[in-house]
């Protein structure tokens, strides 16, 4: 009927490349083993269906959000944490013997191949008078900088490994007070007190 995974059944009559092998993740009680950044998920058991697990992820403590993709027939495993404090580790049952269900489901996540570990945005600041830099280190491409408002929109004098690039040419701007909007609005204010 459909070569997709079917979201509505249960985990292993959903479609699952590994389906077969799922059985290696059923603990004594019955239930599935799945720990996701050192969080386990309980409660699911052969009854559970891709939907249900899915949310139970999405509600636990893991610190991730699971998607479905019905195009392109892919989870999309996102890391609530921003920049390199983000990770997705898929962990090891104590036992070493009860496979987690979560590689079985989603494959073991592999950094270039399925996956793409985050990274935090890097400022190299000189700020007048001064010609020490200031290398800022946030795990938002968004941050306030004394009172400016920065977004990061991509690389510029760094290279592939993250080794600054001595002779980038620096971006430089001003930041001033715009007193005459200041003047005219105190100005009104005075005005409409004195009619009071």
Do not use: C, H, W
Not at 46 to 54: F, N, Y
Not at 78 to 107: V, Y
Request: aromatic share 8%.
């Amino acid at each position: 009927a459909s070569n997709r995974i079917n979201l509505s059944t249960t985990v292993e009559k959903a479609g699952f490349a590994k389906s077969a092998e799922f059985s290696k993740s059923l603990k004594d009680d019955g239930s599935y083993y799945l720990s996701i950044n050192g969080v386990e998920i309980e409660g699911i058991t052969k009854d559970s269906t891709v939907k249900e697990i899915v949310e139970k992820i999405n509600n636990s403590k893991a610190g991730v959000k699971v998607s479905y993709q019905s195009i392109s027939d892919q989870f999309v495993i996102t890391s609530t944490e921003n920049g390199a404090a983000g990770e997705i580790k898929f962990d090891t049952n104590a036992d070493k013997t009860t496979q987690n269900l979560a590689e079985l489901m989603f494959g073991t996540p592999t950094e270039g191949t399925n996956y793409t570990k985050g990274q935090d945005a890097i400022l190299s600041v000189s700020y007048p008078g001064s010609k020490d830099e200031i290398e800022i280190t946030r795990a938002s491409n968004s941050f306030d900088l004394d009172g400016i408002n920065v977004t990061l929109k991509g690389t510029f004098g760094y290279d592939a490994s993250g080794a600054k690039i001595s002779d980038t040419e620096a971006v430089t701007f001003t930041g001033s007070v715009d007193s005459e909007n200041t003047t005219k609005t105190v100005k009104e204010m005075i005005e409409a007190f004195n009619d009071i």
